[in-house]
């Protein structure tokens, strides 16, 4: 038996525009080999301004990533795959906050 685990990310960022205001964008697509190799990946990427997808911001805020583990095994030849599923927010966000991200995230 052949077993392999992957994390991938995708989500968004909330953050402050150049010239006021603050929203959320996109943010950068990320892989790692554990959940916690791929948070701490996205926390210094949010703390340099790099998770942004490509808005621009003036500062970034925090983000809401979905994170998906992929479990591949293989028994005698045969592939299985699972993925599970499950939300985190890194950086400091509001409760207000949170709920703007998971509002975009789930009706975009």
């Known amino acids: 038996m052949d077993k392999k685990v992957k994390y991938f990310s995708k989500g968004l960022v909330y953050g402050y525009f150049w010239g006021g205001g603050e929203g959320s964008y996109n943010s950068e697509k990320l892989t790692a080999d554990t959940k916690k190799e791929l948070i701490a990946k996205a926390t210094e990427m949010l703390e340099s301004g790099a998770l942004d997808g490509g808005m621009g911001y003036e500062t970034l805020k925090g983000a809401l990533l979905d994170i998906r583990k992929v479990t591949t095994i ?28 998971t509002e975009v995230y789930l009706y975009n």
């Open 74 to 101: 293989t028994i005698d030849g045969d592939l299985y795959h699972n993925e599970k599923y499950e939300t985190v927010f890194i950086g400091k966000l509001t409760k207000k906050q949170k709920d703007f991200l």
